[in-house]
């Protein structure tokens, strides 16, 4: 079963930054879709906000972090990071790490939970006024 383990959030001002991990276990697939989602207070739905495949290390984002957000791997460690800058309250969020096999890494695909069977505990990021 795979296993993702989510740190590194916390409370941060407005402008400021914040690196997150994911650090995967027992991945299935040699190469994986591995996305950072969100969910904001009050909504139902986790948001897609950053993709990388694992194979190459191409990356996709969200247009609401374009430019702010970097989304990385470790792959001697098997972790994902996310490099978070620029901060707005609007950030404020649970962060989760998820993961899914094969290369079809697309936002139009990857960025939809509903793909999703492995996802980590999340993190918090909080960023204030």
């Known amino acids: 079963q795979v296993q993702l383990v989510e740190s590194g959030g916390g409370s941060v001002q407005a402008g400021g930054s914040v690196r997150l991990s994911c650090a995967a276990s027992?991945?299935?697939?040699?190469?994986?879709?591995m996305v950072w989602f969100r969910q904001a207070p009050g909504k139902e739905r986790r948001e897609g906000v950053a993709?990388?495949?694992?194979?190459?290390?191409?990356?996709a984002y969200a247009d609401s972090v374009k430019g702010r957000f970097t989304i990385s791997q470790d792959i001697a460690k098997n972790t994902v990071y996310l490099q978070m800058n620029s901060l707005k309250p609007e950030d404020t969020a649970m962060y989760y790490c998820?993961?899914?096999?094969?290369?079809?890494?697309?936002?139009?695909?990857?960025?939809?939970?509903?793909?999703?069977?492995?996802w980590g505990q999340g993190t918090q990021v909080t960023v204030s006024s």
């Open positions: 027992r991945l299935t697939y040699s190469s994986n879709c």
């Open positions: 993709v990388i495949y694992t194979g190459t290390g191409s990356t």
């Open positions: 998820a993961a899914r096999g094969g290369s079809m890494c697309h936002p139009s695909v990857s960025f939809d939970p509903e793909r999703f069977v492995s």
